[in-house]
Structures are given as C-alpha cells and as structure tokens.
C-alpha cells in the first residue's frame, strides 16, 4: 500500500475524542470501517480515491485509537460523533458516505439522522438492522457471533487473552481470499482490539443492534430513503447474497439504485478487491455527480 499523504489527528466530539485519518483534497468521502476492524481497513483505497477528493477515515466511537467510554454505542449517538468530526473537517460540505459492516450500520444512521447533510450513501455487504433482510442473516447459524457478542461479560471472559485467533477466525471464515488479510494487518487489527476496554466497546456496539433495529423498522415504516444509494456485495460472503432483495425495503425508487456484486470475493470487499472497489466506488461518484469521479 501507499499512503504518503495521510494526516492522522485526534479530535474531541462531545464526550470522546476520534482518532481520524484524512488525505486529499476537494468533495468529502466519509469511509467508515467495520469489525473488526479501524480506519486501516481502507488503507488500499485512500490514495486512490484521494486523488480528487478529501477523503476522511475515522475510527468510531470505541475502535483503534478513539475513546472508548463506557456508554453510546446505538448508532444515532456514533453517527452524531461522526457528524460533529465532519464539522471540524470539512464544514459546510456534504459528504458521500461509504460503510462497511458494522459501519454501514452506523452510515446508515448517519443518513437517516442527517438527510440533508449527506451526498449520497454506500452500503458495503451488511444488511440494514430492521429489515427481514437483517432477520434473514441472524437466522444464518454462521452468523451466530452477533449473539455471542451480545451477552455481556461472557463474551469479554472468552476472548480475553485470545483476540488474535479470535480475530484470525474473523477473517479467515468470511474471506474468499483471506491471504489478502495478511499477518501484518492482522497484526494492527490485533493490536488495536488487545487494548483495555476496546472488546467491550465493540461488543457493545453489537448489543445495541436490536434497538438500532427498532428504530431503522420504524423509520422506513413511515418513509424510505431518497438520496443517492449504491451497494457492495461479495458473492462469497454470508450477508452479501441478501442486499439486492434489501434494496426495495430501503429505497424509495429501488428500480436506480444498483447493487454491484463482486465475484472471488468474500465480507472484505475493500481489502480483497481494493481495485475493483475504487473502480465501482468511482462510477457511483461520477453518476451522482460528486467531484470528478
């Protein structure tokens, strides 16, 4: 990778401060990482996309080296740091707003909470919390991790002291090339996830997703998305395969937005097809007419 032009900073928002990586300069592209992940999950992608565009990557509340209080992780509150930081950044402006996994729930959020202060939305191979598309997944007995992480304490016992296997399992059961992931990189990831309190914080994130989903269930009840939407699937991954069937129960005119469904590869879209992903990131750029694409 190359990431020559990067700007690390650590900003306060409320009551945590973000650590935050941007480069580039011209319209805002919020990218917005998963678990387990941080910022670095988009390490091959920055200098592409940076080219014409200021490109802000922020660890959320509680991941890599933001604080990680005690409390807040629904992801109205997360989105809300998120907004305060593009305050600082890039005020006044709109930004695209791309989220993976976890953090296209908290994109999600971001859109809903903030409707005329975003550009466009990209969803990345998670299913919105609230849709039977959501439902669908937790079903999936491969995805037992979102109840695992939800009971409290337990979970916390059980991986202390073995983050990097339990982080290896990660990757290596939802990658169709896990070798793209390689030792180095899990290295960081592990790193950040064996510091005091930072299993806990990304726990909780999960715990609050049946209340995320109450409220997602109610919000598109009473209206759907109509700003610009794009979707990244794996055909590998056990969540992507449901996005296209999402997509009518987000979007109010489901027939413009085009779900992309990237072959050979699995959950990590950005760090198993960084090429492509920049590719398919930029055309849905350019058609929503957000700098030079």
Known sequence: ??????????????????????????????????????????????????????????????????????????????????????DVLAPGQRPVVVGHDMGSF??????????????????????????????????????WHVAFHGARDVAEMLVAGRERAYLDQFFDLRAHHPERITRADRDHYTEAYEQPGAMRAAFEAYRALPDDAVRNADLLAAGKLTLPLHVMVGTWSNSGPLLRGMIPEIAADPDVVRCTEFRECGHWVPEEQPEAFVADLREFLHRIGHGAG
């Open 1 to 86: 990778m190359t990431t020559s032009g990067l700007r690390h900073g650590r900003t306060l928002v409320g009551d945590v401060v973000l650590h935050h990586v941007s480069a580039g300069e011209g319209p805002p592209l919020l990218l917005l990482h998963g678990f387990p992940q941080t910022w670095y999950e988009w390490r091959h992608v920055i200098d592409d996309l940076a080219a014409d565009h200021l490109v802000i990557a922020p660890d959320h509340r509680g991941a890599g080296l933001s604080g990680r209080p005690h409390g807040g992780y629904d992801k109205v509150t997360m989105a809300r740091d998120i907004r305060l930081l593009m």
């Open 106 to 143: 908290l994109a999600f959020a971001y859109a809903t909470e903030f409707p005329d202060d975003i550009a466009g939305l990209c969803l990345v191979d998670a299913p919105v919390p609230g849709t039977a598309a959501w439902s669908s997944l937790l079903a999936n007995p491969k995805v």
